[in-house]
């Protein structure tokens, strides 16, 4: 089942984004940018794609988030077959 976004970036974007998010940082520099793994193609080339549509800032040393992809990474989407209801078994 696929989650749909109500974000228009391709998957390569996303995992730029999901980088941020993992290492809990405003900013990564270029060469962290360009080290992040991409199934299909990669390197800054996604980066500079987020500037263009206003998710990051660039400064010329790395790449910040701006209020559009805190946003995005605020997002917590889940599957709908995914619940609380087996959250009290967990807990006991």
Known sequence: MAIVLPFPLT???????QEFRRLAAE???????????HPAGGGEAPAQSLVAKGFLSSNGHGYSV??????????DAKPEFESDSGSDETAE
């Open 11 to 17: 998957i390569q974007e996303m995992r730029v984004l």
């Open 27 to 37: 900013t990564l520099t270029v060469d962290v940018v360009k080290a992040i793994k």
């Open 66 to 75: 701006t209020e559009k992809a805190r946003e995005f990474l605020a997002i």
